[in-house]
């Protein structure tokens, strides 16, 4: 599934907040960014369409959305082309890149170990 920055940054809130409607969504959206409640809307009709959000339910006239895609299904989605854009498909060099450039403390390092010992298990 192909989604927009924009789009990922809904879905965000619908996987980490559940259900809610356009103008909740909206007064989320605007604490980070300036943006209209017609590009939300937008943004919600697009991700419906796509079936990334599926409608839960109605009270009264408003209407509540609700995540009907996993994050993972997402992420799985994207994170091979991003690699491929970015790391001209080498997964190493993005391994790398974050193990050398980001602040890694004693959890991250034990996190990264105990990950490697599971995959090493796997095999």
């Known amino acids: 599934m192909k989604l927009s920055d924009f789009e990922l940054d809904v879905m965000q809130v619908f996987w980490d907040r559940g259900a809610h409607s356009a103008p909740q969504m909206h007064k989320i959206i605007e604490k980070d960014k300036p943006v209209a409640y017609s590009t939300v809307k937008t943004i919600i ?21 609700r995540a009907a895609v996993s994050k993972d299904i997402v992420t799985n989605s994207l994170i091979p082309n991003f690699i491929k854009r970015l790391f001209k498909g080498n997964s190493r060099l993005l391994i790398s890149h974050l193990i050398e450039n980001e602040k890694l403390d004693e959890q991250d390092l034990d996190y990264l170990n105990k990950l490697i010992k599971q995959k090493k298990q796997q095999k």
């Open 45 to 65: 009709d697009r991700l419906e369409e796509k079936g990334a959000i599926t409608r839960e339910r109605n009270e009264g006239r408003t209407i509540y959305y």
